[in-house]
């Protein structure tokens, strides 16, 4: 991810959406279950919040050693080329980052034996939708959503949503960043 073929600029753009991707999926793939571990190591939700707490701790104490350390780094190890310094970087920070999920897959125990309801995927839709918090963070997650699509399809969505009455929930969630003579045609 952290290199780039020689290739033409359309392979280039291949390269990159492939190794964005392979590196979306990879990381899905480790971040479920490690989010979610904390559900089957206790049932004690003091406990769950103790791991979760070290967690972020941690988490952010990372974040600041990684990117404190990331360009130093790179120009120690690149010797005057910030491109092969990054691949040098990148390849230690990718084989400590296996390296301690590695440690972290051997050493967790799963303690809580989940019970498996024998419900339809109909029954869970309907728990769903009943469910006042889901339906907030779906709605939440679309109104986040609404301006990158309205980035990139124009104003023509938006005076489509003032139309049918809906400029009041973009105005709510984003008046700051709003655009007002978008918003004002509503209104005219």
């Not at 024998?118 to 963070?137: E, H, T, V």
Request: charged content about 15%; overall charge positive.
């Amino acid at each position: 991810m952290f290199t780039t073929p020689d290739l033409s600029l359309n392979g280039k753009i291949i390269y990159a959406w492939v190794t964005y991707l392979i590196m979306s999926l990879i990381y899905t793939a480790i971040n479920i279950p490690y989010c979610s571990v904390a559900g089957v190591i206790t049932l004690n939700q003091k406990e769950r919040l103790g791991c979760l707490s070290w967690r972020f701790f941690l988490n952010g104490l990372a974040t600041l050693i990684v990117s404190s350390s990331i360009l130093p780094l790179t120009d120690w190890l690149g010797n005057g080329s910030r491109a092969s310094g990054f691949q040098l970087t990148m390849a230690i920070m990718g084989g400590a980052a296996t390296l301690m999920f590695l440690f972290c897959f051997s050493s967790i125990k799963e303690r809580v034996v989940s019970v498996k309801s024998g419900d339809s995927l109909l029954k869970d839709l309907k728990d769903i939708a009943k469910n006042d918090q889901w339906l907030l963070m779906i709605s939440i997650t679309f109104l986040n959503v609404f301006p990158r699509l309205y980035s990139r399809c124009g104003h023509h969505l938006l005076r489509d949503l003032c139309d049918a009455g809906f400029c009041w929930i973009y105005y709510l969630f984003y008046g700051a960043r709003c655009r007002l003579q978008y918003v004002g045609q509503c209104y005219r």
